[in-house]
């Protein structure tokens, strides 16, 4: 067995966008539109927007974004 480096093993820890998008998904997202290349938007029912860059979809995500996204799709909008 082949031992991994700690930058390597944090890597694998990170959450695809595939499960991105499906908590948004499950949060109530509704698909808005999609930019042909660079990222697709997603309207959530508490008035939030979020934008998944489609761009790194076949990539590992890193960590902050992945909160940065999920706190978006708790906390309602506050004007």
Excluded at 37 to 53: A, C, D, E, F, K
Aim: aromatic share 4%.
């Amino acid at each position: 067995m082949k031992r991994i480096s700690k930058k390597q093993a944090e890597h694998k820890k990170r959450p695809n966008w595939g499960d991105l998008i499906k908590e948004v998904k499950a949060a109530g997202g509704i698909f808005v539109r999609q930019n042909s290349t660079s990222h697709q938007i997603w309207r959530l029912p508490n008035g939030r927007i979020v934008i998944l860059l489609t761009k790194h979809l076949k990539e590992q995500v890193n960590l902050r974004t992945c909160e940065r996204i999920r706190q978006r799709i708790r906390q309602p909008r506050t004007e």
